[in-house]
């Protein structure tokens, strides 16, 4: 079976969307992918089982960057079409069926991929790496070390909470025994002298892994941490396919929709105004809600 895969662009909604690739990967041991993704997410594909081709596609004005996509697969034919992007595209390629998904507000974005596929199992997100991938990750870390991942930055300023909080909480007595795992791209981080007094905190044990290595190189990381903390991100959607236990801090966007799946905690600033974002989450709540989660 060809499959040709249109993804979307983003980091989250990518690791999210894997849960469909793997769905048709274990239902149909003969099924080929063809990817299109954006160059942002790509390496989160490059691993998988049965791929026979990427194909990354720039976003540009007056969305011109769908006649490079008709360009690539319109003479091809296919088994499948599976179009994340609900575009009309797809409707001029040559295949057996295609399924073109359209999103709601409603659910969670795994459930609504198994409706979408009418799916007669679990969905279940899996970033896919290699040997190299993990000896490279594992080099970074002491196995004898316990770890927390932290990833204090997104995309959007609202969405994260302040990187003294982070300080305040790890500076808590149930913390000195671990080591934190530092991660993210340095374009968002927002105040860099308070970025760096975090890094430079005496009473903080820190490996810095920003802007280090690929998405794929963080799974065997996360793999070996006891916990994940951090924003609404892409590298929060990660954790959670990791099995980690992740704990998601929710300010103005929407978990029923975006929440980590699986068995992981939201945390919500309990403000309904978008424009405060995380301001309002205090240390003691999400001190309280670690504690919780692991007495219980």
Request: charged share 25%; glycine share 4%.
């Amino acid at each position: 079976m060809k499959i040709l895969f249109i993804g979307p662009t983003r980091i989250g909604d990518t690791v999210l969307a894997t849960s469909i690739v793997n769905y048709y990967l274990e239902k149909f041991e003969h099924s080929r992918f063809t990817i299109i993704t954006s160059p942002i997410a790509k390496n989160i594909y490059m691993k998988m089982p049965r791929l026979d081709s990427i194909n990354v596609i720039n976003k540009k004005k007056y969305n011109f960057h769908w006649l490079d996509i008709i360009k690539f697969s319109i003479l091809k034919k296919w088994d499948l079409v599976i179009d994340l992007r609900s575009s009309i595209t797809s409707y001029f390629l040559l295949t057996k069926k295609r399924m073109i998904f359209k999103g709601n507000n409603e659910s969670h974005k795994v459930s609504q991929f198994k409706e979408f596929l009418n799916a007669d199992r679990e969905l279940i997100p899996k970033v896919w790496y290699s040997s190299e991938d993990s000896s490279k990750s594992l080099e970074r870390i002491n196995n004898n070390q316990k770890f927390i991942a932290l990833a204090p930055y997104s995309n959007w300023p609202l969405k994260d909470w302040s990187i003294n909080k982070y300080k305040e909480l790890f500076e808590n007595e149930y913390f000195k025994n671990y080591t934190i795992i530092l991660t993210g791209i340095s374009e968002d981080i927002r105040n860099k002298v308070e970025f760096n007094n975090f890094i430079s905190s005496s009473k903080l044990n820190i490996v810095n892994l920003f802007d280090w290595g690929n998405l794929r190189n963080m799974v065997p990381i996360f793999e070996k941490c006891h916990f994940f903390i951090g924003s609404d991100s892409g590298l929060m959607h990660l954790s959670a396919s990791t099995g980690c236990k992740t704990f998601a801090l929710f300010g103005p966007t929407n978990d029923l929709v975006y929440g980590p799946w699986g068995n992981h905690v939201v945390i919500k600033s309990g403000n309904q105004n978008i424009d405060y974002g995380l301001e309002n989450l205090s240390v003691e709540k999400v001190m309280n809600t670690i504690k919780r989660t692991f007495n219980d």
